[in-house]
């Protein structure tokens, strides 16, 4: 790579700029529907409460125990209706994140080989540098804004790399992820709406999917052998329902039309990969994270029956991925390849099919840089120990499963359970090949990172 020489920026495709408008009308037009909905439920519970409510129990159907109840159900009924709609319609807008552990953020003493290749990448895109670089436990890297209006405004952005992602690359085919990274961080109008959007998405997710304990208790009321408060019950669920259902249809309607923005950024960015790494580089990432993909499922659907057995899990998920991956057996690895070439772009898929990228990639027919096709966890000082560290905060963060040694299970009992040849056995002790060590430009001054466990997530 040539720090020093930049790649050209391509102008944006029409498509592109289609979709930036057309998604920045909707994400403005559906939360002032979703507003003027819960003024409008709001509303109609006081409208009822004290234009309604009285008159009823003026109602002249006599004084029997029956005429009572049925002003009961009358009056009570829609109050609760109402305001069970409006209350579950507000409810979202003052819901905070549950605490999660501090992010495992990278330090460039600590880890300087790693930051060297985010900023020879960072020069090479013509990107603005990341804040800090952060690791995640997901099969996956990201670009955020930090945490805040300023991280928004004042383009302080964030990094975040997934230590089983990386465990499956070489440095090549890493510095292309990031490349595509870098390639959004670029895109600068796109790359703010594209956050306002996925704000706007999970916000009204949120309000579509989400239980907590007014869910419950309003399910363990309708156990109640009440008659009458059965039907009250009832008839809130009924409301809350339908609230959903009406706001589940605002969600993928803004869903499908921001999807096309997202699909056309993704393409933008692959173009950096692509001029980076190469178009064969990007064609084996894709497949080479497809694989890691169906082996880290099988992984999980073992965790799962492993847990529910003895509640044990591993403690160190990113080598495990690696482990199993390397010794994935070839007609396995052979149908997770023909399963990409053959997919297919949905309406509602954020990201293009694997295959069109592919297909886009090919045509370019890119060299890529220089760059050591050595693995890439080569590039880490402490890579197991980082590993087991995203591994714990991911069971605490995510799956709400305390930590302590009683629940791990150590990495070397998994792999010296699963029986292995004699050649298997020689090949994981010989030596890897010496790799082609490149010599990393570092600048320590172009970023902003903090020491480990010492800043908030994004």
């Not at 057995?309 to 591993?314: K, S």
């Not at 890529?368 to 890579?383: M, V, Y």
């Not at 070397?412 to 029986?419: A, D, G, N, V, Y």
Request: aromatic share 10%; with cysteine; net charge neutral.
């Amino acid at each position: 790579m040539t720090p020093s020489a930049p790649m050209a920026c391509s102008r944006p495709s029409a498509l592109y700029q289609i979709g930036l408008a057309l998604a920045g009308v909707a994400m403005v037009i559906l939360p002032c529907i979703y507003v003027a909905l819960t003024a409008l439920a709001v509303y109609g519970v006081f409208y009822f409460a004290t234009e309604c409510f009285v008159p009823i129990w003026d109602w002249h159907v006599g004084h029997s125990k029956w005429a009572f109840l049925a002003k009961f159900i009358c009056s009570v009924t829609p109050l609760l209706v109402g305001s069970a709609i409006a209350f579950f319609m507000v409810k979202p807008l003052f819901a905070r994140r549950g605490a999660r552990m501090q992010p495992l953020v990278l330090d460039p003493a600590v880890e300087p080989r790693v930051y060297g290749l985010v900023q020879e990448v960072c020069t090479a895109v013509g990107a603005p540098a990341p804040r800090r670089v952060e690791l995640n436990c997901d099969l996956n890297a990201s670009a955020s804004f930090d945490r805040g209006l300023r991280g928004f405004l004042g383009n302080q952005l964030i990094l975040t790399l997934g230590m089983p992602l990386v465990a499956g690359l070489t440095h090549r085919e890493l510095a292309g992820v990031i490349a595509h990274e870098f390639g959004h961080f670029r895109q600068g109008a796109g790359m703010r709406f594209s956050y306002v959007i996925r704000r706007v998405n999970g916000w009204f997710a949120r309000v579509v999917y989400e239980r907590d304990a007014w869910d419950e208790a309003i399910a363990s009321w309708s156990e109640s052998e009440e008659g009458w408060i059965t039907v009250m019950v009832r008839c809130a669920q009924l409301g809350v329902w339908f609230s959903r259902r009406v706001l589940w249809v605002l969600m993928m309607a803004g869903h499908a039309i921001s999807c096309l923005l997202l699909r056309q950024m993704e393409y933008d960015a692959d173009r950096a990969e692509i001029r980076l790494a190469g178009s064969t580089a990007f064609e084996s990432t894709t497949m080479k994270m497809a694989a890691l993909g169906d082996v880290l499922s099988t992984i999980h659907h073992e965790m799962g029956r492993v847990w529910r057995r003895q509640m044990q899990l591993p403690d160190n998920l990113p080598v495990l991925l690696e482990y199993r991956a390397a010794r994935l057996a070839p007609e396995a690895r052979a149908k997770v390849e023909n399963e990409v070439i053959v997919s297919k772009t949905g309406l509602f898929d954020t990201h293009p099919s694997a295959a069109d990228r592919v297909r886009r990639a090919a045509k370019l027919a890119e060299p890529g840089a220089e760059i050591s096709d050595a693995p890439a966890r080569e590039l880490f000082e402490n890579f197991d120990t980082l590993s087991r560290l995203v591994t714990l905060a991911h069971y605490e963060d995510d799956l709400n499963v305390p930590t302590s040694a009683e629940f791990l299970i150590p990495l070397e009992q998994l792999i010296r359970s699963k029986s292995e040849s004699a050649p298997a056995r020689a090949e994981a002790a010989a030596p890897p090949p010496p790799p082609a060590v490149r010599k990393l430009r570092y600048d320590p001054s172009a970023f902003q990172g903090r020491g480990t466990g010492g800043a908030n997530g994004p």
